[in-house]
Structure formats: structure tokens, C-alpha cells
């Protein structure tokens, strides 16, 4: 069964019409909506707690690595998943293959050990 440009026309129409929905949406409220900036209205509004000095302070970098690292991590145990499901039709080149990711998983940890992205002191 070969497929040709007609059968992806639907697609076509679906996309311009998402596309075309969210550019009028963001041009009607940019519009239409209210545009008067007052001094109250550019304050900074803290859930109603007076604002105490400056709100950029900076953060250390080793949270964000973490944070980062833990994304990492996790999306990578995710992939886990399909294998645990399936985990009794596998085979040995299958088992191989999981063996061969968990190592790959492990020497990534191990590096990230090794540099200390994980200390919290210095």
C-alpha cells in the first residue's frame, strides 16, 4: 500500500487550523485585552507580602545540576519500563541489551559521582 500527498492532506488541515487558532487567540487578547499600566500594576506581587529587597539573588549552580541530573536519571529509567513489561517474551540478545543500557546508565552515574555534581559543600 503506498500512500500519496492526498492522504496527508487531513494532517495538513489540522495543523493550519491549530496554527491558525492560537495565532488568533494570541492576537485577540493582545488586542482586545486591557493595556493600562499603572504603578501598582508593575509592582511585584508577592501572594500580598510586602516585597523585602531584590528578588535576583543568585542561586548556586549546584541546585540547578541536580535538579538537571535527576531529570536525566529518571527519563532514563523510564526507557526501563517497555522492558520490565515485555520482560517475559525476551530473549538472551533482549536481556543483552538491557545489560548493555544499565551499564551505560552506571557509567554515567559514576562520572557524575566521580566530578562531585552531587556535593552540596565544597
Known amino acids: 500500500m503506498q500512500s500519496s500527498t492526498q492522504d496527508y492532506f487531513p494532517i495538513v488541515i489540522t495543523f493550519l487550523v491549530a496554527l491558525g487558532f492560537v495565532v488568533t487567540t494570541i492576537a485577540a487578547t493582545h488586542w482586545l485585552g486591557p493595556n493600562r499600566k499603572t504603578k501598582k500594576k508593575l509592582e511585584t506581587f508577592e501572594c500580598g507580602i510586602e516585597v523585602q529587597g531584590n528578588a535576583r539573588i543568585p542561586f548556586s549552580v549546584k541546585y540547578f545540576l541536580v535538579a538537571i541530573l535527576f531529570v536525566l536519571f529518571d527519563v532514563e529509567v523510564i526507557f526501563m519500563y517497555p522492558w520490565a513489561v515485555n520482560f517475559k517474551e525476551a530473549n538472551l540478545v533482549y536481556f543483552i541489551e ?15 559521582i566521580r566530578k562531585g555534581a552531587l556535593k552540596w559543600e565544597d
Open 98 to 112: 538491557m545489560l548493555t543500557f544499565v551499564a551505560c546508565l552506571l557509567i554515567g552515574f559514576y562520572y557524575v
